[in-house]
Structure formats: structure tokens, C-alpha cells
């Protein structure tokens, strides 16, 4: 029984995420925006300096783009932190709060699965077609592949959110990096 008790319990499902999403994407995610910091230096110092722009330098400031964009996507889904519009929060009474947070979740749990799931089937038609890009010839699947895989992340800390925090934040944590103690 007590290894069932194991199983259902939070820590067990959350610990392996929080240490992909605050170390694994951040980093990586840190990683793709100074190599994009970079790009743009030597794109603008080759442009004003020897009029000579870095060739393709434009697409590759893109993919970056992009990836800094979805490699941050599951990291603010379970920090709960997407932007929202609150304009019904003052009318919504204080013991109703954890079903408008249950309901949210399981909207947004609905929006994230079905981008996850077309997000695969574009993932799987562009390595099938062997995209790339226009100037430099660069595959365009890996970084379809990486937008899927961030979905599909983002999907599942929905999901963990759902069912071990009922739709609130994933990670206890606040934003200057002291934990917060939830009630459970």
C-alpha cells in the first residue's frame, strides 16, 4: 500500500520537471538568446562598419527566436505566470476561486494538448518534406521537433497542475527564489 501512497504523491511527479524546467530549459533557453545576442552583434557591426551583413543572419536570429520563445513556454505554464485578463476576478466570490482555477486549468489543458497534438503533425510532415530555410538551406525540423516536444511539456505540467495542485502554479516557488509554502 505504501508504495501506491508513493505513486499519487506530488514530489514524485513534480521534482523530475522542476529540475528540467529551472535548470535543462532555462539554460538552454539562455543559451539560444546569447547566441541570438551574438548573431545581432556581428549582423550589425558587419552591416554598419563593412557593409557587409552576416549572409543569413536573419534566419538565424528567427530559429533562435523561436526557440527562446518555446523553450520558455512550458517554464511559464508551470509557474502559472501566462498573461491573463482579470476582469471577472473582483465578481467571482473567495470560495468559488479554486473552481474558476480548476476550470481555467482544465480550458488551458485542452488549448495545450490540442497545439501539442498539431504541433507533432507538423513536426512529422516537415521532416517528411525536408524543409529548410530559404537562404542558408537550414532543416527546419528539428526546430518543429523542439516546438512539439515544449508543447507537449507544457501539456503535461497542465495536467500535473490539474491533478496534484488543482490548477494552481506547478512549482512552489516565488519570483525572488524563496520557496512558498502552499497548503495542501
Not at 509557474?79 to 480550458?107: N, R, W, Y
Not at 528539428?142 to 511539456?153: D, E, N, P, Q, R
Request: aromatic share 12%; charged share 15%; hydrophobic share 55%.
Amino acid at each position: 500500500m505504501s508504495f501506491l501512497k508513493s505513486i499519487f504523491r506530488a514530489q514524485v511527479w513534480i521534482q523530475p520537471f522542476e529540475f528540467l524546467f529551472e535548470r535543462v530549459l532555462a539554460y538552454t533557453a539562455a543559451l539560444a538568446m546569447f547566441t541570438m545576442m551574438l548573431v545581432t552583434l556581428v549582423d550589425v557591426i558587419g552591416r554598419d562598419l563593412f557593409s557587409a551583413p552576416l549572409p543569413g543572419g536573419f534566419e538565424v536570429t528567427e530559429l533562435l527566436l523561436a526557440s527562446l520563445i518555446f523553450l520558455g513556454l512550458p517554464m511559464v505554464t508551470a509557474e502559472g505566470t501566462h498573461v491573463d485578463v482579470d476582469i471577472m476576478d473582483s465578481t467571482i466570490p473567495a470560495f468559488l476561486k479554486p473552481l474558476q482555477d480548476i476550470a481555467i486549468c482544465m480550458v488551458n489543458l485542452v488549448a495545450f494538448a490540442t497545439l501539442s497534438w498539431m504541433m507533432w503533425k507538423l513536426a512529422i510532415r516537415t521532416y517528411e518534406y525536408e524543409d529548410t530555410t530559404a537562404i542558408l538551406q537550414i532543416p527546419f525540423a528539428g526546430l518543429v521537433f523542439l516546438m512539439a516536444v515544449c508543447c507537449s511539456l507544457s501539456t503535461w505540467s497542465l495536467m500535473l497542475m490539474l491533478v496534484f495542485k488543482r490548477g494552481r502554479k506547478l512549482f512552489g516557488h516565488d519570483h525572488s527564489g524563496a520557496a512558498v509554502k502552499e497548503v495542501e
